[in-house]
């Protein structure tokens, strides 16, 4: 914590002194260019890094805010600030409009529409009659704050850094929230994130207009720091370097999209400077060696310059400071054995393949359910209808009694039904503690608005409270503040757990927790499992563990072919003749 603290002052007091210091009207307009270039990256690092949407039409937005403000400033003498706030909701309109089209889209869609909308801004922006078609547009004014103007470099290095700071300050909070946590986990998909009731397509609309919000003040200040704006800076071949230097810095750190920042232009330009030097030649040999250079470190540092530096930080701990907060409310508790979860006829095709044929089934309060059968039977497809993964064909389903048949994993989720996974899904760089407690997204409520401003520390607390006492409940809190990805299986097995029960749940379903467990972790489990139960918890559990199985559960339903066989206590299935021959083999 020291070191990075000092690492910071040291970078603040540097940029505060640059100006004051004889260094010479290049690297001072240099050093502009590059903190417009972070403000656009550090939308990157939130859109990309974090949120794993590939946008290359980051230019675009930084168009928007640069014409905005030059033609409402040139043409109506309007005030700059108050450009900057109509650049700022045109952007926001027009970021909205199209990750509302594209963002529901999986794979490469939102690339290719970005791409689509880069080209497309740029050619209306290069044929527009008010906006001087391709020649653009020339003498915006300066900014002046306070009465005092910033056409001096020096003085708008200062505007332009401090607007750096704040964002990536911004940034750093929202990572470090309910919203950032939400947003890391859309990541690798949105099935864990909708269960733990994240509305994944609103907070990835929300990463897209907050990358082209600071896109658009990138643009704003580039108007003004150049005096002119014309089409060609806010073309694709643009848009592919922002994604470039998110990409060398560090696409998942902030700090990562400084560097990304910082080197490319630096690097650009010194090339070429000396390739002709060095080569006795002229020509855009510089350009091959950037190649070159860009392919090396893709190749030898994947996540990015700052990763490695990374690396060799220590990481810091997260101060417990949550043991005096309040706790979280609980749902009230259905009494001991009133029905949970009724399923009636619940079926489900797959073209031709009836996966599930009309299945029953009840879960009551306080008993565990085991839900087993070869594979193929139809017990992962009967649990993506129970979670809302997959819509049934016919059939219903209530939960205490309301229907839940069509509902959306969020909304299942919110009533009252947590769930974990037969592969584990978590944010594997992400401590335990901030894993458990994605678990309890919906017992929260600070917005993004709040997490950008730090002013959801008093309920951050309050979750991290819940995400202890829940890794206390399982037995791994001395684990909280290791990293996810270290754990082995078993324990993050424990730990999707603990992060299902920070939901607070009725129901809970378990996906297979004893696959790749060593037997010692087999019996951690069942004794938590016993508890839990003993809690008044109820428990669906599908399970190819038979001595697990035979173990924990009250009763068991067997499937074959998508039908139920038999159901009754661990003793009649097993002495049931159809299920030996079935199941056991014999
Ligand atoms: N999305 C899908 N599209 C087509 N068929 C599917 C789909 N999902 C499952 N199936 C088929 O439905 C049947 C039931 O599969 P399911 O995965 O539910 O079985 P399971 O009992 O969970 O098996 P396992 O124990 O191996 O996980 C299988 O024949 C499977 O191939």
Same mark, same amino acid.
């Given at each position: 914590?020291?070191?990075?603290?000092?690492?910071?002052?040291?970078?603040?007091?540097?940029?505060?002194?640059?100006?004051?210091?004889?260094?010479?009207?290049?690297?001072?307009? $240099?050093?502009?260019?590059?903190?417009?270039?972070?403000?656009?990256?550090?939308?990157?690092?939130?859109?990309?890094?974090?949120?794993? #949407?590939?946008?290359?039409?980051?230019?675009?937005?930084?168009?928007?805010?640069?014409?905005?403000?030059?033609?409402?400033? &040139?043409?109506?003498?309007?005030?700059?600030?108050?450009?900057?706030?109509?650049?700022?909701? &045109?952007?926001?309109?027009?970021?909205?409009?199209?990750?509302?089209?594209?963002?529901?889209?999986?794979?490469?869609?939102?690339?290719?529409?970005?791409?689509?909308?880069?080209?497309?801004?740029?050619?209306?922006?290069?044929?527009?009659?008010?906006?001087? !078609?391709?020649?653009?547009?020339?003498?915006?004014?300066?900014?002046?704050?306070?009465?005092?103007?910033?056409?001096?470099?020096?003085?708008?290095?200062?505007?332009?850094?401090?607007?750096?700071?704040?964002?990536?300050?911004?940034?750093?909070?929202?990572?470090?929230?309910?919203?950032?946590?939400?947003?890391?986990?859309?990541?690798?998909?949105?099935?864990?994130?909708?269960?733990?009731?994240? +509305?994944?397509?609103?907070?990835?609309?929300?990463?897209?207009?907050?990358?082209?919000?600071?896109?658009?003040?990138?643009?704003?200040?580039?108007?003004?720091?150049?005096?002119?704006?014309?089409?060609?800076?806010?073309?694709?071949?643009?848009?592919?370097?922002?994604?470039?230097? *998110?990409?060398?810095?560090?696409?998942?750190?902030?700090?990562?999209?400084?560097?990304?920042?910082?080197?490319?232009?630096?690097?650009?330009?010194?090339?070429?400077?000396?390739?002709? =030097?060095?080569?006795?030649?002229?020509? +855009?040999?510089?350009?091959?060696?950037?190649?070159?250079?860009?392919?090396?470190?893709?190749?030898?540092?994947?996540?990015?310059?700052?990763?490695?530096?990374?690396?060799?930080?220590?990481?810091?701990?997260?101060?417990?400071?949550?043991?005096?907060?309040?706790?979280?409310?609980?749902?009230? =508790?259905? *009494?001991?054995?009133?029905?949970?979860l009724?399923a009636?006829?619940l079926?489900?095709?797959?073209?031709?393949?009836?996966?599930v +044929?009309?299945v029953?089934l009840?879960v009551?309060?306080?008993?565990i359910l085991g839900l087993i059968g070869?594979?193929?039977a139809g017990k992962s497809t009967t649990f993506?209808l129970l979670?809302?993964?997959?819509?049934?064909?016919?059939?219903?389903?209530?939960?205490?009694?309301?229907?839940?048949?069509?509902?959306?994993?969020?909304?299942?989720?919110?009533?009252?039904?947590?769930?974990?996974?037969?592969?584990? !899904?978590?944010?594997?760089?992400?401590?335990?503690?901030?894993?458990?407690?994605?678990? *309890?997204?919906?017992?929260?409520?600070?917005?993004?608005?709040?997490?950008?401003?730090?002013?959801?520390?008093?309920?951050?607390?309050?979750?991290?409270?819940?995400?202890?006492?829940?890794?206390?409940?399982?037995?791994?809190?001395?684990?909280?503040?290791? $990293?996810?990805?270290?754990?082995?299986?078993?324990?993050?097995?424990?730990?999707?757990?603990? =992060?299902?029960?920070?939901?607070?749940?009725?129901?809970?379903l378990l996906d297979e927790?004893?696959?790749?467990? =060593?037997?010692?972790? !087999? $019996?951690?489990?069942?004794?938590? #499992?016993?508890?839990?139960?003993?809690?008044?918890?109820?428990i669906l559990l599908v399970e190819h563990?038979?001595?697990?199985v035979?173990?924990?559960t009250?009763r068991i339903v067997v499937m074959?072919?998508?039908?139920k066989l038999?159901e009754?206590?661990?003793?009649?299935v097993?002495?049931?003749?159809?299920?030996?021959?079935?199941?056991?083999?014999?």
């Open positions: 914590m020291i070191l990075r603290r000092a690492f910071l002052f040291a970078f603040v007091l540097v940029l505060a002194l640059l100006p004051l210091l004889p260094v010479s009207e290049f690297w001072i307009t $240099q050093a502009n260019y590059i903190g417009l270039y972070s403000l656009v990256v550090i939308g990157l690092v939130l859109l990309t890094g974090v949120a794993g #949407l590939i946008s290359f039409g980051q230019s675009a937005f930084v168009g928007i805010g640069a014409y905005t403000t030059a033609y409402l400033a &040139i043409k109506f003498g309007v005030s700059p600030w108050l450009t900057l706030l109509a650049g700022l909701a &045109i952007t926001a309109v027009a970021a909205l409009v199209l990750g509302w089209v594209t963002l529901r889209m999986s794979g490469h869609y939102l690339a290719l529409a970005t791409i689509a909308w880069c080209l497309a801004l740029y050619y209306l922006l290069g044929n527009l009659e008010p906006l001087g !078609k391709f020649d653009g547009l020339t003498g915006v004014p300066s900014l002046r704050l306070f009465g005092f103007s910033l056409d001096n470099r020096r003085h708008f290095f200062y505007l332009v850094w401090l607007l750096v700071i704040a964002a990536a300050l911004m940034a750093s909070y929202l990572l470090d929230s309910r919203m950032g946590r939400a947003l890391r986990a859309v990541r690798s998909g949105t099935v864990m994130a909708e269960a733990m009731g994240v +509305n994944t397509f609103r907070i990835k609309v929300i990463a897209f207009i907050l990358a082209a919000l600071l896109a658009s003040v990138s643009g704003w200040l580039y108007a003004h720091f150049q005096s002119t704006v014309n089409p060609s800076p806010f073309g694709l071949n643009m848009g592919i370097e922002y994604l470039f230097m *998110a990409v060398i810095g560090g696409a998942g750190y902030i700090w990562g999209a400084l560097v990304g920042a910082g080197v490319m232009p630096v690097l650009h330009d010194q090339l070429q400077t000396w390739m002709p =030097r060095l080569l006795g030649v002229t020509g +855009n040999y510089e350009i091959v060696v950037f190649g070159v250079v860009l392919v090396l470190v893709l190749r030898y540092a994947r996540d990015g310059l700052w990763a490695t530096v990374e690396a060799r930080l220590p990481r810091v701990r997260r101060r417990t400071d949550w043991a005096d907060a309040r706790p979280l409310a609980e749902r009230a =508790r259905p *009494a001991h054995g009133e029905v949970v009724d009636r006829a079926r489900k095709t797959f073209g031709g393949l009836v996966a +044929n009309d029953d009840q009551r309060a306080g008993e070869p594979n193929g993506n979670t809302g993964v997959l819509g049934v064909t016919s059939g219903e389903i209530t939960l205490r009694g309301e229907s839940i048949r069509g509902m959306r994993s969020r909304e299942i989720a919110r009533r009252g039904v947590a769930r974990t996974f037969q592969h584990v !899904k978590m944010l594997a760089d992400m401590t335990v503690l901030e894993n458990v407690a994605l678990g *309890a997204h919906l017992r929260g409520s600070a917005g993004t608005m709040r997490a950008l401003l730090r002013l959801d520390r008093a309920e951050e607390r309050r979750l991290f409270r819940e995400a202890e006492s829940q890794l206390r409940r399982i037995g791994i809190a001395d684990l909280m503040h290791e $990293q996810a990805g270290n754990l082995s299986m078993g324990t993050q097995r424990l730990m999707e757990i603990a =992060r299902a029960l920070c939901a607070d749940p009725t129901l809970l927790p004893a696959a790749g467990l =060593r037997h010692k972790e !087999k $019996q951690a489990l069942a004794g938590v #499992l016993r508890q839990l139960r003993s809690e008044g918890l109820s563990d038979m001595d697990l035979m173990d924990v009250d074959e072919f998508g039908t038999t009754g206590t661990p003793a009649e097993q002495a049931n003749s159809a299920v030996r021959t079935a199941y056991l083999g014999n």
